[in-house]
C-alpha cells in the first residue's frame, strides 16, 4: 500500500526558515516523481514545485522560485522542500503527491499524503 | 504556463440530480486532465484521470468526458456522500501543472 507522511510544518515568523519532508513506503520511490501541492486556508489547491525520480530536475511555481529548494533522498525514500524567507502567503497545508507511472514527468496524483500545515506569523 | 477556469464555483442541486462541472485550459491539453473530491481537513481524493478513466472504487455515477481544451465532469445522480469541493488538474505541462479554482457542491 502506498503511504506518503509529511512532517515538518509548524509556526514561524515572516523570514523565518522551516523544512518539510515525505516519507514514502510502499512503492519504489526512486522511479517517480514528486510533487509538493498546497492549500492556504479556505483557498484552492496550488501547484508549488515537482522533482524528477532522479533528482536532476526540479520545478517551482514563480512565488517561491530562489526561496524553496525541492529535494529527495533515494536512499531514504524521502521528499524534502526547504522553504526559506517565508511570507504569510506562504501559509498553508502542504501535500506531498505522486502518480502511479514510473518514470513519467507528468502524471495524475494517484495518491497523497495527509498534509502538515504551515503557518507564517508573528 | 496552461490556465485552467472551472465553473461553476458553486453549486446547489437535489439528490438524485444531475450535476455537471466544466474545466476550461488554456491550451490544448491531449486528455491529460484529472478530476479530485475534497472534503473538509482532508487530501484530494483522485476520482477520474486521461480526462475520463475512472479510478478504481469510485462509483460508476462519476464520469468524465471532453477533449482539446474543454473538459467535464458529471454526477450522474448526486448523493448525500457527494458533498465536497472538485477540482480539475491539468498535468499536461512537462514543467508545472496547475488547477482549477474549484466548485463547492452543496447538497439543498
Known amino acids: 500500500e502506498v503511504q506518503l507522511l509529511e512532517s515538518g510544518g509548524g509556526l514561524v515568523q515572516p523570514g523565518g526558515s522551516l523544512r518539510l519532508s515525505c516519507a514514502a513506503s510502499?512503492?519504489?520511490?526512486?522511479?517517480?516523481?514528486m510533487t509538493w501541492v498546497r492549500q492556504a486556508p479556505g483557498r484552492g489547491l496550488e501547484w508549488v514545485s515537482r522533482?524528477?525520480?532522479?533528482?536532476?530536475?526540479?520545478y517551482y511555481i514563480d512565488s517561491v522560485r530562489g526561496r524553496f529548494t525541492i529535494s529527495r533522498d533515494n536512499s531514504k525514500n524521502t521528499l524534502y522542500v526547504q522553504m526559506n524567507s517565508l511570507r504569510v502567503e506562504d501559509t498553508a497545508v502542504y501535500y506531498c503527491?505522486?502518480?502511479?507511472?514510473?518514470?513519467?514527468?507528468?502524471?495524475?496524483?494517484?495518491?497523497w499524503g495527509q498534509g502538515t500545515m504551515v503557518t507564517v506569523s508573528s | 504556463d496552461i490556465q485552467m477556469t472551472q465553473s461553476p464555483s458553486t453549486l446547489s442541486a437535489s439528490v438524485g440530480d444531475r450535476v455537471t462541472i466544466t474545466c476550461r485550459a488554456s491550451?490544448?491539453?491531449?486528455?491529460?486532465l484529472a478530476w479530485y473530491q475534497q472534503k473538509p481537513g482532508k487530501a484530494p481524493k483522485l476520482l477520474i484521470f486521461?480526462?475520463?478513466s475512472l479510478v478504481s472504487g469510485v462509483p460508476s455515477r462519476f464520469s468524465g468526458s471532453g477533449s482539446g481544451t474543454e473538459y467535464t465532469l458529471i454526477i450522474s445522480s448526486l448523493q448525500p456522500d457527494d458533498a465536497a469541493t472538485y477540482y480539475c488538474?491539468?498535468?499536461?505541462?512537462?514543467?508545472?501543472?496547475?488547477f482549477g479554482q474549484g466548485t463547492n457542491v452543496e447538497i439543498k
Open positions: 503527491a505522486t502518480g502511479r507511472n514510473a518514470n513519467w514527468d507528468s502524471d495524475a496524483f494517484h495518491f
Open positions: 510502499g512503492f519504489t520511490f526512486s522511479s517517480y516523481s
Open positions: 522533482i524528477t525520480w532522479t533528482g536532476t530536475g526540479t
Open positions: 491550451q490544448y491539453l491531449s486528455n491529460s
Open positions: 486521461e480526462a475520463s
Open positions: 488538474h491539468q498535468y499536461k505541462g512537462y514543467i508545472e501543472s496547475s
